[in-house]
């Protein structure tokens, strides 16, 4: 019987589980997986919530059924897909399921692997950018050259995935200059920004050296437009130090009262538009802007305007999902993709696995873990 993992909430360990290949429903694609993408979300989401869940929601690989509303999609065609975070058969796993609209043909040219560094972090910086910043999108691009003013983003964390993505889309888009915040993997920040400032400086020499830039490009000593791919661990704080009080837009990915060092006292200026960009309206507000992009962006790697994130792949297929959710949980990846080749898995026993590469005998499916820190209303606290 097909296989799927069930992370524990505490990130010590998952439970490789049988399961039964899923039933689409009338809008579902029921998807063999042979590559699955890592996203820092898959061990916070299962570790915050104190959930333990298939946490998996990047895929790419060969349709095996669709629903009866389904026609854009047949069986064996080669797609990549954004499972619907936190409900049952995410990606992690020999079969998953997304709906119809989340799923997109992979053009020849790009591998599954590839494709699978992209649903979520894309989807995420599209969302950021094109909805809630209301930047120009790539399909409407500026040109300063002919006389339209220059459109100036910072994006902190920019050789994250999803920022990495924001400054691809902001590039595409026109928009000028591009500021990126980055550490370790400042060589790849060079590669997606105008200008790159290192954080690991102090906070202080970061606003200092923003400011230079701003001033430098004639644009004054205010960022108008921000997108804090980070959010935690002092960016909320140091973004707040040069947005520009009067009219500026920030997008966060994670909420400021949930994030901030005093997440209680924490507050934007009157004058400062903020927004916590969450990807799963895609799911449910924003299905139309998921289907629109979900194309797109097969488009965009079709034509070689946009290429994946760099990755990585952790061997032993599903063996491997336990590493590299640690990996990331201890900060081991920098500019760096985490992705299965499922095909890798082999022959496995049903079980616990616990760190280090332990087996244990014994069940645990979509439900309660054991953690004390608990955002139960993530991403959307009220």
Same mark, same amino acid.
């Given at each position: 019987?097909?296989?799927?993992?069930?992370?524990?909430?505490?990130?010590?360990?998952?439970?490789?589980?049988?399961?039964?290949?899923?039933?689409?429903?009338?809008?579902?694609?029921?998807?063999?997986?042979?590559?699955?993408?890592?996203?820092?979300?898959? +061990?916070?989401?299962?570790?915050?919530?104190?959930?333990?869940?298939?946490?998996?929601?990047?895929?790419?690989?060969?349709?095996?059924?669709?629903?009866?509303?389904?026609?854009?999609?047949?069986?064996?065609?080669?797609?990549?897909?954004?499972?619907?975070?936190?409900?049952?058969?995410?990606?992690?796993?020999?079969?998953?399921?997304?709906?119809? +609209?989340?799923?997109?043909?992979?053009?020849?040219?790009?591998?599954?692997?590839?494709?699978?560094?992209?649903?979520?972090?894309?989807?995420?910086?599209?969302?950021?950018?094109?909805?809630?910043?209301?930047?120009?999108?790539?399909?409407?691009?500026?040109?300063?050259?002919?006389?339209?003013?220059?459109?100036?983003?910072?994006?902190?964390?920019?050789?994250?995935?999803?920022?990495?993505?924001?400054?691809?889309?902001? +590039?595409?888009?026109?928009?000028?200059?591009?500021?990126?915040?980055?550490?370790?993997?400042?060589?790849?920040?060079?590669?997606?920004?105008?200008?790159?400032?290192?954080?690991?400086?102090?906070?202080?020499?970061?606003?200092?050296?923003?400011?230079?830039?701003?001033?430098?490009?004639?644009?004054?000593?205010?960022?108008?437009?921000?997108?804090?791919?980070?959010?935690?661990?002092?960016?909320?704080?140091?973004?707040?130090?040069?947005?520009?009080?009067?009219?500026?837009?920030?997008?966060?990915?994670?909420?400021?009262?949930?994030?901030?060092?005093?997440?209680?006292?924490?507050?934007?200026?009157?004058?400062?538009?903020?927004?916590?960009?969450?990807?799963?309206?895609?799911?449910?507000?924003?299905?139309?802007?998921?289907?629109? +992009?979900?194309?797109?962006?097969?488009?965009?790697?079709?034509?070689?305007?946009?290429?994946?994130?760099?990755?990585?792949?952790?061997?032993?297929?599903?063996?491997?999902?336990?590493?590299?959710?640690?990996?990331?949980?201890?900060?081991?990846?920098?500019?760096?993709?985490?992705?299965?080749?499922?095909?890798?898995?082999?022959?496995?026993?049903?079980?616990?696995?616990?760190?280090?590469?332990?087996?244990?005998?014994?069940?645990?499916?979509?439900?309660?873990?054991?953690?004390?820190?608990?955002?139960?209303?993530?991403?959307?606290?009220?």
């Amino acid at each position: 019987m097909p296989k799927q993992v069930i992370v524990q909430s505490s990130i010590e360990a998952v439970d490789i589980i049988d399961t039964p290949i899923p039933t689409p429903r009338d809008k579902d694609v029921v998807i063999k997986v042979m590559a699955s993408g890592t996203n820092p979300k898959d +061990w916070k989401y299962p570790f915050w919530k104190d959930m333990s869940f298939n946490s998996g929601d990047d895929m790419a690989g060969i349709v095996h059924s669709v629903g009866n509303e389904v026609y854009e999609f047949k069986p064996g065609d080669r797609v990549a897909a954004f499972h619907e975070c936190l409900t049952e058969n995410g990606s992690f796993a020999e079969y998953s399921v997304a709906p119809d +609209w989340m799923t997109f043909h992979i053009p020849h040219n790009v591998s599954f692997e590839e494709a699978a560094t992209i649903p979520t972090a894309a989807l995420t910086a599209a969302i950021a950018l094109h909805v809630d910043m209301k930047l120009p999108a790539p399909f409407y691009p500026r040109n300063p050259v002919e006389g339209e003013p220059r459109i100036p983003i910072l994006i902190y964390g920019i050789t994250s995935a999803v920022g990495a993505f924001a400054a691809k889309f902001a +590039w595409l888009s026109g928009l000028s200059p591009i500021i990126g915040v980055a550490g370790r993997a400042g060589d790849f920040a060079k590669t997606l920004a105008d200008h790159v400032v290192d954080y690991r400086d102090g906070e202080d020499a970061l606003v200092a050296s923003v400011e230079e830039i701003l001033e430098k490009e004639g644009l004054g000593n205010k960022v108008p437009n921000v997108f804090d791919a980070i959010s935690e661990n002092g960016s909320l704080e140091a973004t707040l130090r040069f947005i520009d009080q009067n009219g500026g837009t920030i997008s966060t990915l994670l909420p400021p009262k949930l994030f901030a060092k005093d997440g209680a006292n924490f507050k934007y200026p009157d004058g400062v538009t903020a927004i916590n960009s969450a990807v799963p309206r895609v799911f449910s507000t924003h299905k139309d802007f998921g289907y629109l +992009w979900s194309r797109y962006l097969g488009r965009l790697l079709e034509d070689g305007r946009l290429k994946s994130h760099p990755y990585e792949v952790i061997p032993g297929g599903l063996k491997g999902i336990l590493t590299g959710l640690r990996n990331l949980k201890e900060g081991k990846a920098s500019a760096v993709k985490y992705v299965y080749k499922i095909e890798e898995t082999g022959d496995i026993t049903s079980g616990l696995q616990m760190a280090g590469g332990k087996s244990l005998g014994g069940p645990a499916g979509f439900g309660a873990g054991h953690n004390s820190r608990k955002f139960k209303d993530f991403p959307f606290p009220g």
